[in-house]
């Protein structure tokens, strides 16, 4: 059996994570691994229903300590019931977001700290880690134009404005240079196909 792998996809709002969830998960199943794909939160029948809890209703329904604590256990259920055992079968994982999010988002973005995220993952998750995180990076504005190409508007981006929006995408490169080993800053401009390359490039010491 080969080994398995647990790997992270994170970014901002609409920088290609999905698309590239897809695309990665065929590059890698072309090479011969097993692969299954999952998103956070949710991925796991428990953690799909706390996304909705998650989702639904006002932006200001839960305290930053209670939504921190909602992605921690959406997590937990997830991590337990289907990250561990598929890596564990010698699958590829690969995950649409994970705990740097909450890193980001929850504590960063919303205040409650990186040191107190990381305690929820630990009891949580046992700490658990990727063994790679690629975090896609656009320059600023390129995600809502790209969305706006789409659609003719872009309005979850307006919604949130240009300083939150630099503030998580600030938050994404500064873990890329503090953990190198396991982060790594992908560019996503360009074809979609130029950015799986880049992805898989990044994959060398796992790969
Ligand atoms: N390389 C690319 N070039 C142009 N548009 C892209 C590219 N990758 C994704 N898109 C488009 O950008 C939008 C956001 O991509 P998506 O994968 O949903 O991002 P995320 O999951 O990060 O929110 C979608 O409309 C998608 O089709
Ligand atoms: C996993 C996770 C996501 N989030 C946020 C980021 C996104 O705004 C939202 C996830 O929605 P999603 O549909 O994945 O967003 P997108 O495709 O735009 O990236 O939840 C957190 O705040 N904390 C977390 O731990």
Same mark, same amino acid.
Do not use: N
């Given at each position: 059996?080969?080994?398995?792998?647990?790997?992270?996809?994170? @970014?901002? #709002? @609409?920088?290609?994570?999905?698309?590239?969830?897809?695309?990665?998960? /065929?590059?890698?199943?072309?090479?011969?691994?097993? !692969?299954?794909?999952?998103?956070?939160?949710?991925? %796991?029948?428990?953690?799909?229903?706390?996304? *909705?809890?998650?989702?639904?209703?006002?932006?200001?329904?839960?305290?930053?300590?209670?939504?921190?604590?909602?992605?921690?256990?959406?997590?937990?259920?997830?991590? #337990?019931?289907? &990250?561990?055992?598929? !890596?564990? $079968?010698?699958?590829?994982? !690969?995950?649409?977001?994970?705990?740097? %999010? %909450?890193?980001?988002?929850?504590?960063?973005?919303?205040?409650?700290?990186?040191?107190? !995220?990381?305690?929820?993952?630990? &009891?949580?998750?046992?700490?658990?880690?990727?063994?790679?995180?690629?975090?896609? %990076?656009?320059?600023?504005?390129?995600?809502?134009?790209?969305?706006?190409?789409?659609?003719?508007?872009?309005?979850?981006?307006?919604?949130?404005?240009?300083?939150?929006?630099?503030?998580?995408?600030?938050?994404? /490169?500064? &873990? *890329?240079?503090? /953990?190198?080993?396991?982060?790594?800053?992908?560019? $996503?401009?360009? #074809?979609?196909?130029?950015?799986?390359?880049?992805?898989?490039?990044?994959?060398?010491?796992?790969?």
């Amino acid at each position: 059996m080969s080994q398995g792998r647990f790997i992270s996809l994170e @970014g901002g #709002e @609409g920088v290609g994570k999905s698309t590239q969830l897809r695309l990665l998960a /065929e590059a890698l199943r072309a090479r011969g691994h097993d !692969v299954v794909t999952t998103r956070e939160p949710g991925g %796991s029948a428990g953690a799909e229903a706390i996304r *909705a809890l998650l989702f639904e209703g006002d932006g200001e329904r839960w305290s930053p300590a209670a939504e921190a604590l909602l992605f921690a256990a959406a997590r937990a259920d997830h991590v #337990e019931r289907v &990250i561990r055992p598929a !890596v564990a $079968a010698g699958q590829w994982v !690969v995950c649409d977001r994970f705990l740097d %999010s %909450s890193r980001a988002y929850q504590g960063d973005a919303r205040g409650l700290g990186d040191a107190d !995220v990381l305690a929820l993952h630990r &009891i949580g998750s046992g700490g658990l880690l990727p063994d790679r995180t690629l975090v896609l %990076s656009l320059p600023p504005g390129e995600a809502e134009a790209r969305e706006l190409a789409r659609d003719g508007a872009a309005d979850r981006f307006r919604r949130r404005g240009d300083a939150y929006h630099a503030r998580v995408r600030a938050f994404f /490169e500064r &873990i *890329a240079v503090e /953990e190198p080993e396991r982060v790594r800053l992908i560019d $996503a401009t360009g #074809e979609e196909g130029e950015v799986t390359a880049r992805l898989l490039a990044a994959l060398d010491a796992i790969a």
